[in-house]
């Protein structure tokens, strides 16, 4: 038989537009082709703009990674003038990124990816009191009662007598890549609905720091503008941190004793694809949670790592490593902008130039970031393997206490279901961090220290920085120039950039298209298998692109199925 080739236009229950093209030959895909649909053209609307309010605009770069825009970005102005950062204001912006990372995971695994492995419509054969007992068995969860899995299920089927799906309508429900056992699938589905109440408890804490999300407004060069007194009733005091704690302390009882046991119930299930979309798997990390003000200790650290091999593990220690600084370029090679030759983020340039989709030419507005001319796969997955090649106790002990739960290894992680068990660990791991920041912030302030900022001036002169970030679909880099006090230059190299790249000059695959490779698809009308692996990378285009021409002409129309 031919090889087919389907396309997939928009991939949905992402942000952004993204379409993939592959080739199916025997039953598996032979070869793929990752094309971001879009053009923002954000870093133009910032040159000659002063650089200390590039964090506030962005965050307009996407509608959902918009803190860890604000923190890329103000990092960058702050290693270009080497400025110091109070403990009070990194223990703030940790407690900020942190509990961002809870919101952004607890959406993707709930609201974007779960209904790839779990059948709305057969929840509806399920009983809710084995239901019950299921997930009794899983955890102490108060919710987990037969009662409510009842209510449910009837609100489920009232839904589907309707004949009205909505965003379900398009669910490949019944296909033959679907597993679980009804009771289960009620179980996820429940919890798919319960998860929207602590996805906005982590957002309420965001906002009580940050005063609002999404998009915070409490940056400055220098730390915060969050004012400290803990008496004040018109400032950060304690009755707003003890609200804090509180909406902290639930999200994270959700995390351990709902989204993992429905993570590890659905991986158990799907044991098969831990063998499944591994692709790239060489992976970067950068540290993160600074715990000092000159940004030289983190809580977790950064690395590489090349062709899964953790023994050949080079450590990142801080956001001034000169292999990093030194090494990263874009390709542009088969996408649609000016220019041949990879060029530094620094030397960066973003001058469009549309084809049509060219499958051996250009294909996509999305550029192909790589390191020591190697791509490199960005996410949970590197920075938990990271983390654990580095010897981090507190990775090696959920990642020891989970593999030996689903009797997996660490080469388990290069896959499609890897992707998503490390996420739901790094999950834990990031709102347990947010309630020690909360408990430093607290004992620092008692014992004196009242600085939340230190006022920085932008000098004349000409400058350059770069700022490093390990947001939720991996590592970030905001990277600026600036000249008497204006923007000359400004180049994001996102996660999504990384994961989501084209081929390059040498014809190197991105992430997404390398690990599609192998997926095995039973149904080509419908490509259920791909959408696992793209969405088990958390695919957030908006910010990946760089969808109007220049001119406004229109380059194309989508039709979704």
């Known amino acids: 038989m031919a090889p087919r080739i389907i396309t997939l236009d928009p991939v949905t229950r992402i942000e952004g537009h993204l379409r993939l ?41 996407c509608g959902v990674c918009t803190t860890v825009h604000a923190i890329a970005s103000i990092r960058s102005v702050e290693h270009a003038l080497q400025v110091e950062v109070p403990l009070n204001a990194q223990f703030i912006r940790n407690i900020l990124i942190a509990q961002h990372a809870v919101q952004d ?68 429900w019944g296909h033959p890549a679907m597993k679980l056992p009804p009771e289960i699938n009620l179980l996820a589905v429940a919890h798919y609905l319960k998860a929207f109440d602590f996805q906005r408890k982590a957002s309420q804490a965001i906002a009580l720091l940050g005063g609002k999300d999404p998009h915070i407004q409490n ?24 609200w804090l704690r509180g909406l902290m302390t639930e999200v994270l009882a959700f995390v351990e004793k709902v ?10 299930a799907y044991m ?55 090494n990263t370029r874009e390709s542009v090679a088969h996408a ?27 294909y996509t507005w999305c550029k192909a970031p790589r390191l020591d001319g190697v791509p490199m796969q960005v996410g949970p997955v590197a920075q938990i393997l990271v983390s654990y090649a580095a010897g981090n106790p507190r990775v090696r002990r959920s990642v020891d206490a989970v593999n030996a739960q689903l009797g997996i290894t660490l080469r388990d992680y290069h ?36 600085t939340y900022a230190n006022h920085t001036e932008i000098p004349a002169g000409e400058f350059k920085g770069v700022g490093f970030h390990e947001a939720p679909r991996g590592s970030l880099s905001h990277w600026i120039v600036f000249k008497n006090r204006k923007i000359e230059n400004y180049q994001t190299v996102v996660p999504s950039t990384w994961n989501a790249s084209p081929r390059d000059e040498q014809g190197q695959a991105g992430p997404y298209e390398a690990s599609l490779v192998g997926t095995p698809i039973a149904e080509a009308e419908k490509p259920l298998e791909v959408l696992r692996t793209i969405h088990s990378f958390d695919p957030c285009i908006a910010c990946a692109v760089h969808a109007l021409d220049p001119t406004g002409r229109e380059i194309t129309r989508v039709q979704a199925q």
């Open 415 to 450: 896959s499609t279901m890897g992707r998503l068990l490390a996420r739901g660990l790094r999950t834990r791991i990031m709102a347990e961090l947010a309630l020690e920041y909360l408990d430093r912030l607290i004992a620092n302030l008692a014992a004196g220290d009242q």
């Open 272 to 326: 098969e694809w831990f063998g499944i979309g591994a692709g790239v798997t060489n992976y970067l990390a950068v540290p993160e949670f600074p715990e000092d003000t000159k940004g030289t200790q983190f809580a977790l650290g950064g690395g590489i790592i090349t062709q899964a091999d953790l023994q050949r593990f080079r450590p990142i220690i801080s956001h001034q490593d000169d292999y990093l600084l030194q």
């Open 336 to 362: 649609w902008y000016e220019g041949k030759e990879p060029r530094h983020p620094w030397q960066g340039e973003t001058k469009p130039k549309y084809t049509d989709f060219q499958p051996d030419k250009r």
């Open 105 to 172: 995971h607890l959406v993707h695994f709930y609201h974007l990816t779960a209904l790839d492995w779990v059948d709305l419509v057969a929840a509806l054969r399920a009983d809710p009191a084995k239901t019950a007992q299921i997930a009794q068995s899983l955890s102490d969860w108060p919710g987990n009662s037969a009662t409510e899995f009842r209510a449910v299920r009837e609100r489920l089927q009232g839904f589907v007598n309707t004949g009205k799906l909505g965003i379900f309508s398009s669910g490949y």
């Open 219 to 242: 940056l400055v060069v220098g730390g915060v503008a969050t004012a400290i007194n803990l008496e004040n009733l018109a400032t950060l005091n304690m009755e707003r941190l003890t």
């Open 21 to 61: 093209d592959v080739e199916v030959n025997e039953g598996q895909v032979s070869r793929a082709w990752s094309s971001a649909q879009m053009w923002r053209g954000i870093e133009l609307l910032l040159k000659g703009r002063p650089p200390e309010d590039a964090w506030a605009l962005t965050q307009r770069l």
């Open 259 to 268: 989204y993992l046991p429905d993570l590890l119930a659905i991986a158990g």
